[in-house]
């Protein structure tokens, strides 16, 4: 499908406009510091195009911590490990749960609803370790990010792992729970030391949106031409965006803007049109159930405007 890059323009403009006088931006996450102190004035969105454009408004050159965004880099390259044996450890389901909740789990026989809530994400991160050291299995992952956004800055945020770490006990609590089980199979503070590691990688709106491409056009990287996934691994993961990305604000999410995303606490969304771009969206004020509250109301308005979602609709 051809993009119209005027039209685009003229959305993003609108659109920043528009964010720029909204009163009610949600808060923060406050359960570390690093992340308490970001202000809730922070907007960013940028679109990565198939021929390598990058369409942007607000602050999409500043860094912010992907968090749980960080989990759809972490399924994909769990999977090209493990293959479908990963589904075995990990659910495909919503969970309608938050996304640190234990009392599924326990209902659950030790085995996350799926790979986007953080017992799912810590399992897939319990097979990047495979053999590898701690410090290996995250260098393979920032090696991944850097190779799909072509940039080779990309970092982790050492203060913000730290208090992940200091912070973590919910964590360690689930990740205790899933080694009772055997879903986990490394000890416990190596895969948690890998886990906030990635999870506090530090990129801007336009790195983001650019390593999400192969998602939106096949797997493939329209920009090198590599292959990263397979389609059919690409459609499976943006099903489980489309479904679980959101944790219990899932179906919220794809009722409002209808195309498949993750976010993460940091206030990031990467969210992906089949087909015509990858987009992400920043602003660190969170809704209720842990969602960027600015980024989830700039997506609705641009899907709309672009008449972009998975269902074929023109408005
Ligand atoms: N690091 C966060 C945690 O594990 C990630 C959660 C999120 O982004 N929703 O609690």
Request: net charge neutral; hydrophobic share 45%; proline share 4%.
């Amino acid at each position: 499908m051809a993009l119209d890059g005027t039209r685009l323009k003229d959305a993003l403009e609108a659109i920043a406009a528009e964010m720029a006088t909204v009163e009610e931006r949600g808060k923060p996450a406050d359960y570390i510091p690093e992340l308490a102190r970001v202000s809730a004035g922070h907007f960013a969105l940028c679109v990565a195009t198939e021929d390598g454009r990058l369409f942007s408004c607000g602050d999409a050159d500043t860094a912010f911590s992907i968090q749980s965004v960080s989990k759809v880099f972490t399924l994909t390259l769990a999977l090209g490990l493990a293959g479908d044996a990963l589904w075995k450890r990990v659910g495909r389901e919503p969970s309608g749960s938050a996304f640190n909740s234990i009392v599924q789990l326990e209902y659950e026989h030790g085995r996350p609803r799926n790979p986007f809530i953080n017992a799912g994400a810590i399992a897939v991160t319990d097979i990047i370790l495979g053999n590898h050291q701690p410090r290996e299995a995250l260098g393979e992952i920032l090696r991944f990010l850097r190779a799909l956004s072509g940039d080779d800055t990309i970092s982790i945020d050492e203060a913000v792992a730290l208090s992940e770490k200091q912070t973590g006990y919910r964590n360690f609590a689930l990740a205790n729970y899933m080694r009772a089980y055997g879903i986990i199979t490394h000890p416990v503070d190596l895969v948690l030391g890998v886990y906030f590691h990635h999870c506090a990688i530090a990129m801007t709106a336009q790195q983001l949106a650019q390593a999400g491409s192969f998602l939106a056009f096949g797997g493939r990287d329209p920009l090198s031409g590599f292959r990263v996934v397979s389609p059919d691994r690409a459609r499976r993961i943006n099903a489980l965006m489309l479904t679980c990305g959101h944790y219990d604000g899932s179906g919220e999410f794809a009722y409002r803007v209808g195309l498949p995303a993750k976010s993460g606490v940091g206030g990031g969304i990467l969210c992906i049109v089949p087909g015509v771009a990858s987009i992400a969206a920043w602003s660190p004020g969170l809704n209720d159930v842990g969602n960027s509250r600015l980024g989830t109301l700039a997506l609705e308005r641009l899907a709309k405007t672009m008449d972009w979602n998975i269902f074929g609709i023109r408005s």
